[in-house]
């Protein structure tokens, strides 16, 4: 490959973004009782609240999604995606 020119691969720009999304929930977790970084915790919970049944008779299918997304969240997405930029 010529000088400057980067490979771009999405599944590897997808697993970077699901592991700043992992770091930012263990940063919430940790930081959850510390009153000093409870502006970590802030954000908003969005999705089904009940999970969705259809009953078939001879099949049962729930779906459920619930996203929640905060500060720490957000942070480690943008601190991965740095990563990514710079490293590949």
């Known amino acids: 490959m010529s000088k400057g020119i980067k490979k771009f691969s999405l599944l590897s720009l997808f697993i970077i973004l699901v592991v700043g999304v992992v770091f930012g929930g263990i940063i919430t977790f940790l ?10 915790n802030i954000g908003y919970e969005f999705g089904l609240k009940a999970p969705l049944v259809l009953d078939l008779s001879i099949l049962k299918l729930t779906f459920g999604l619930t996203l929640n997304i905060n500060v720490a969240v957000i942070l480690g997405i943008l601190l991965s ?3 990514y930029r710079f490293v590949f």
């Not at 930081?31 to 970590?40: P, Y």
């Open 31 to 40: 930081t959850r009782d510390i009153s000093a970084l409870n502006w970590l």
């Open 81 to 83: 995606a740095l990563f």
